[in-house]
T-cell receptor
Framework: ELKVEQNPLFLSMQEGKNYTIYCNYS?????LYWYRQDPGKSLESLFV?????AVKQEGRLMASLDTKARLSTLHITAAVHDLSATYFCAVDRLGETSGSRLTFGEGTQLTVNP | KAGVTQTPRYLIKTRGQQVTLSCSPI?????VSWYQQTPGQGLQFLFE???????NKGNFPGRFSGRQFSNSRSEMNVSTLELGDSALYLC??????????????FGEGSWLTVV
């Protein structure tokens, strides 16, 4: 059974600081996703990582993937209040009939304080 | 370009009733999947449909069912509702061609409360 673990689950940080969220998964994966969720809202796609060594950046967020270590990181640079949200990583494995299913981590609740 | 549309957005049902939720994927997307989100269990996969065929199913009881129509719109049904079915139900769509990495887009969700 595929398991996805994120840490930390709760992160409170000061504006302007840097931090990293970690996402470990238990078996080989076909691709890895990062999503953001604001309270009471749906999931907003941030990144899709397809291969070992993949790195993607958007604004103050950068995601990377190490398939050998089964680890993805989401790095936050110079945090601002608007980044406060819950961040999920999700691993996609193609099913027996080539369908897909996302297995999500527990989510990291990020609060950026002024 | 319109996003993933889910209806209804909010609904309250009584235990034992059934409910049908609807999802219209992004135009041109043929894969639709459903997820349940609760505070206790997090985000859990329900099922995925592609070209009207269920390709994957999560570990939910048979009370949870779905279908996809020829225009890619999808519905999910929950029969004999239980209090524990109260959740945010999210629909996701993707172009989804096997072997191709595609972004999976989520709708705003349907908030179901069972009383």
């Amino acid at each position: 059974e595929l398991k996805v673990e994120q840490n930390p689950l709760f992160l409170s940080m000061q504006e302007g600081k840097n931090y990293t969220i970690y996402c470990n998964y238990s078996t080989t994966s076909d691709r890895l996703y990062w999503y953001r969720q604001d309270p009471g809202k749906s999931l907003e796609s941030l990144f899709v990582l397809l291969s070992n060594g993949a790195v993607k950046q958007e604004g103050r967020l950068m995601a990377s993937l190490d398939t050998k270590a089964r680890l993805s990181t989401l790095h936050i640079t110079a945090a601002v209040h608007d980044l406060s949200a819950t961040y999920f990583c999700a691993v996609d494995r193609l099913g027996e009939t080539s369908g897909s299913r996302l297995t999500f981590g527990e989510g990291t609740q990020l609060t950026v304080n002024p | 370009k319109a996003g993933v549309t889910q209806t209804p957005r909010y609904l309250i049902k009584t235990r034992g009733q059934q409910v049908t939720l609807s999802c219209s994927p992004i135009s041109g997307h043929r894969s639709v999947s459903w997820y349940q989100q609760t505070p206790g269990q997090g985000l859990q996969f329900l099922f995925e449909y592609f070209s009207e065929t269920q390709r994957n199913k999560g570990n939910f009881p048979g009370r949870f069912s779905g279908r996809q129509f020829s225009n890619s719109r999808s519905e999910m049904n929950v029969s004999t509702l239980e209090l524990g079915d109260s959740a945010l139900y999210l629909c996701a769509s993707s172009p989804r061609t096997v072997g191709v990495g595609n972004t999976i887009y989520f709708g705003e969700g349907s908030w179901l409360t069972v009383v």
